[in-house]
């Protein structure tokens, strides 16, 4: 079989777990990286054993380039993007594929017309709390409401583009995960409320954001969200709960629980490591094998809408009906 020739773009954690699963792979081969700090870049290539670019323009454009990986900063997903489609290459892109709907639409329709493969990372919906949470959601009934909180304190908030307004984007289309683990297990979305606080820091830079979106679903679901991170949130909590008629599901960080009528019963949970690998296995699965994905594009796209209709909805202080 021939080896398929993946160029990665970025240097970040997400980029070393790809190029990591890359080496392992003998249907791939990580033809080279490019980055935007010079120092980080020479150590990555190092240490991953390939070569460096310039910059990503040079490696989409290289011969022997069938792949592009995109693990940099959201603001540059969309352009990097739609420049390897154009140049005629596969496309992964880390998620949110674009900050805007319209964006990612005119994506998405490229990809068809291009006739090459665009896929959205959303490992969440293969790590263990999603999995056990769809095992159990049959076991508690009628579920009417649900509570997602992932808050990070960093004192002090780092200057990098996690904390940047253009860079990051609006915090539930930047960290899209948090909606679209309930978007893939309950439906669609009647209405979102949404309000989001920053701290500024310097310019563009922010030292803290703590951004809370109530969502309705069609199904009868409410479900809070919470995404705080930086200098002014106090106290860590990744704790995902859904409560129904029968029963609830707490998952506090990697634990969870089942709680009934009967009592407390532990629920087991899958660890988290190797997921990068899992979706980097399933792309090229797709590519040579021709089997589907475990996400399309348009759920991906239904979601970034949801988080669209959050970003309106925390401009103008109303309420937004889908």
């Known amino acids: 079989m021939a080896q398929l020739g993946v160029g990665l773009v970025g240097t970040g954690y997400a980029a070393k777990v790809r190029a990591?699963?890359?080496?392992?792979?003998?249907?791939a081969i990580l033809v080279g990286v490019a980055g935007n700090t010079a120092e980080k870049l020479a150590a990555f290539v190092q240490q991953h054993q390939t070569q460096a670019?310039?910059?990503?323009?040079?490696l989409i454009n290289h011969p022997q380039v069938d792949l592009v990986i995109i693990s940099n900063l959201n603001s540059e997903h969309a352009t990097i993007a739609r420049a390897a489609l154009f140049a005629d290459k596969h496309v992964v892109a880390e998620y949110p594929?674009?900050?805007?709907v319209s964006t990612a639409?005119?994506?998405?329709?490229l990809a068809e017309n291009q006739k090459r493969l665009l896929h959205v990372e959303h490992i969440e919906l293969m790590g263990g709390v999603h999995q056990a949470l769809l095992e159990y959601l049959p076991k508690i009934g009628?579920?009417?409401?649900?509570?997602?909180?992932?808050?990070?304190p960093q004192?002090?908030?780092?200057?990098?583009?996690t904390f940047h307004h253009q860079q990051f984007g609006f915090p539930l289309m930047g960290a899209l995960s948090r909606l679209h683990r309930f978007t893939h297990a309950f439906g669609k979305v009647a209405s979102v409320s949404c309000r989001a606080n920053y701290e500024q820091a310097d310019g563009s830079y922010y030292s803290s954001c703590l951004c809370s979106a109530q969502l309705q679903f069609h199904n009868g679901l409410l479900l809070d969200v919470i995404y705080g991170k930086g200098e002014a949130v106090w106290q860590p909590e990744r704790k995902l709960e859904v409560?129904?008629?029968?029963g609830g599901l707490i998952f506090n960080g990697d634990e969870g629980i089942l709680v009934n009528a009967a009592g407390n019963c532990a629920i087991d949970i899958a660890a988290r490591r190797g997921l990068f690998a899992k979706d980097t296995a399933a792309v090229l699965d797709a590519l040579l094998e021709n089997r589907p994905l475990y996400v399309s594009l348009q759920d991906s796209l239904y979601t970034m809408k949801v988080a669209e209709a959050a970003m309106r909805s925390a401009a103008i202080g109303q309420v937004i009906t889908l």
């Open 105 to 109: 639409e005119s994506l998405i329709a």
């Open 97 to 100: 594929l674009a900050l805007d």
């Open 20 to 27: 990591e699963a890359i080496n392992a792979e003998s249907r």
């Open 155 to 161: 004192r002090p908030a780092p200057k990098k583009w």
């Open 53 to 58: 670019f310039p910059n990503w323009q040079a």
């Open 243 to 246: 409560h129904g008629s029968q």
């Open 142 to 152: 009628n579920p009417f409401y649900a509570r997602y909180a992932t808050i990070v």
